[in-house]
């Protein structure tokens, strides 16, 4: 299994982008997915998920009601839509996945076994 992400970029604050992940190898249909995100001198952390069945999402309480998750099964990729950007989203978002139902937290980068390269988004003030 492969992921891609993209979609990075410079945005100033109250900005939006819109990042994808396209996935090589097995269909999102069978795939937890979720995009974490790295600071500088911060840890890696959970940002949102969306389950293999796509009936059920996760955000995380600093992007609830900014972000959204969504995916496209014909073309085998998931969205993050972001909106409101603020300057303390800067980061790199990162896409992962695992087998779908796996059951664990969706919250611990460890449960996914699957990542993508990561794709730059800078927000200024």
């Known amino acids: 299994v492969q992921l891609q992400a993209s979609g990075g970029g410079l945005v100033q604050a109250g900005g939006s982008l819109r990042l994808s992940c396209v996935v090589s190898?097995?269909?999102?249909?069978?795939?937890?997915m979720v995009w974490f995100r790295e600071a500088p001198v911060k840890d890696r952390e959970f940002v949102t998920s969306i389950s293999y069945l796509g009936t059920t999402t996760y955000y995380a309480d600093a992007v609830k009601g900014r972000f959204t998750i969504s995916r496209d099964i014909a073309s085998n990729r998931i969205y993050l839509e972001m909106t409101s950007l603020k300057v303390e989203d800067t980061a790199v978002y990162f896409c992962a996945a695992r087998q779908g139902g796996y059951g664990r937290s969706w919250f611990e980068e460890t449960n996914y076994n699957y990542w993508g390269q990561g794709t730059q988004v800078t927000v200024s003030s």
């Open positions: 190898g097995r269909t999102v249909s069978t795939l937890d």
